[in-house]
């Protein structure tokens, strides 16, 4: 079976003659992306190759876009918050053009504050000591609209393959966690989540790597697991 410091390694490999590569890490809600996101990046800062700062490996989430919910109001999309046309996909797809270019001294990605349930502008700062950018979220791989503009950005994208049993679980033990009751948590997932989840398993095939529910058990299973 494959380890946290298999991946790593994988990951590390990703970055040749110095230039900044960027990982993408997709799968359903629920099913570890931002957990193996953060895990594999302090991992990586703890062992940094020879002469680069910790801080040559940072994690930038999908989630930072977001529309914010006085938006999605005007558009009457709130209710379904998630879905792939709930996020700036375009600006999304800018940011990861602007930090493949590598031109900046610093760029600022945005950041999901999760006991607001809002995108925090300006919160994650990316130096030119960067050259591993993991980025992670549901529609990585999604080849609609101007998600279509993502894939090409990113060196890999690993997708995380966790049942959904395992997955659902996590997903309505999050709601629940920030404020939901157990039976508006349970509706909002096979409402909302559920589809969302099914969208994304049809991108699965195009994945360079496909990492199993073991795997992704054995890394960890916080509450708010991505």
Same mark, same amino acid.
């Given at each position: &079976? &494959?380890?946290?410091?298999? +991946? ?14 960027? +990982? ?15 895990? +594999? ?12 700062? @910790? ?6 989430? &999908? ?46 990605? @945005? ?40 894939? @090409? ?60 529910? @073991? ?12």
């Amino acid at each position: &079976m &494959m380890t946290l410091q298999d +991946l790593a390694t994988r990951a590390r490999s990703l970055v040749r003659d110095g230039h900044r590569a960027l +990982l993408g890490i997709a799968g359903g809600p629920g099913a570890g992306k931002t957990t193996l996101a953060e895990s +594999l990046v302090r991992l990586l800062r703890q062992t940094p190759p020879d002469g680069r700062s @910790p801080e040559w490996a940072a994690h930038v989430p &999908m989630d930072g876009f977001h529309l914010a919910d006085t938006e999605l109001d005007r558009l009457g999309r709130r209710d379904r918050k998630g879905a792939p046309d709930t996020f700036d996909a375009a600006g999304y797809a800018a940011l990861l053009r602007r930090l493949r270019e590598d031109e900046d001294d610093v760029i600022y990605a @945005p950041a999901f504050e999760r006991d607001l349930e809002q995108p925090i502008a300006g919160s994650i700062p990316i130096s030119r000591d960067t050259r591993l950018i993991v980025t992670e979220g549901n529609y990585l791989l999604l080849d609609q609209g101007d998600w279509a503009r993502v894939r @090409p950005q990113l060196d890999e994208v690993w997708y995380c393959d966790l049942g959904p049993d395992e997955r659902v679980r996590r997903l309505v033990s999050r709601h629940e966690q920030f404020g939901k009751d157990h039976d508006a948590a349970v509706s909002w997932v096979m409402r909302i989540d559920q589809p969302n989840a099914d969208l994304i398993a049809g991108t699965r095939p195009h994945a360079d790597l496909v990492i199993p529910e @073991p795997v992704l058990l054995s890394i960890g299973d916080p509450k708010t697991a991505g």
